[in-house]
């Protein structure tokens, strides 16, 4: 087992190697330091982002689990620069490595990956308290009554595994519609999955807690205005669901940015490649993000790996907040607020 961890988490990465060492399992934890990832950011010459890296690819090719930690006290305001743009829209569409890379690699070779989704400090910034604070809140997102939250997933799939229309909206202006006939409704509670499921067993996350689907990718209609987290370099993020057609993706903020992960893609990012419920108990995006209490998000691109059929090189969420979802008008979430 690899660990991947800043140096802000290295002692969480250091506790967990330990945990699997004491039952017998070989594990090896890898830093990046956020001064080394900046330095390379704004000095390195354009090829070395064009070659793709060799480390991570033998880490994934001999392990059996690649744990990714997010979290980080970097100050990733560096990427909104104005002096900076075009430096970083240069290394963004040259780049032959991003997590979705990780993910394919992970996929192709069999490997699981667990994306541990520990807090940044723009969350810990607008949450008003220090880094080590703010992961603490969060590390209470993993320490939850995991029976509650499997029969909440129950309900969630049971109300919509009859099928029909499902129609979201929110505060911010969405109005969508998607289906998932014929489609299975997996529930992340942490538990494993049973080996018929069409999901894809390799792909993990930290906090666990949402019910997920991957929808007909060629039935969404509809607008929708995500949340932008604190510290991102979009905002006002649009996208518009045509059926068929490719899908309308723009911001008010970062446009250019959303341009130039969308045209390095292979295959179609244009499609709806999942919706979900969070119901992850922790009910702040700032600390559970898309696993939050009454939230839902859907993503675009790949989605193969959840029981679809779109093959891409990304798959990206967007996270709506105070939703209301009906399935054929059957109410199932109102403002945020679970009505099973």
Known sequence: MAFYAGIENLDLAYALAAECEARGIETLVQTCGDYISQTKLLEAPLDSFRRFPKIPETLVKVVDWFVHMTGTAFDNSIYQRPDLKERILAVRRSSKWSFDNLLQLCLANNTHLVAFLDPNLAQTQALGKSYLATRDLFLDSLDIDYSVLTELGQKIIRAMSSGGEIHVTCPRGSDFRLRADGRSWINDDGKAKAKSMSVSKYVHNLPVGEVFVAPREDMALGVAYPTSLPGSILDGIRVEFRGKEKALISAEKGSEFIKARLERATGNPYSIAEFAF???????????????????????????????????????????????????????????????
């Open 278 to 340: 969070g119901t992850n108990p922790c009910g702040n995006i700032l600390l559970a993000t898309e696993k939050a209490f009454g939230t839902c998000h859907f993503a675009i691109g790949q989605n193969t790996w959840l029981g679809g059929k779109n093959e891409c090189s990304i798959h990206w969420d967007f996270l709506i907040e105070d939703p209301t979802v009906t399935i054929d008008e059957r109410p199932v979430l109102k403002n945020g607020r679970f009505m099973i």
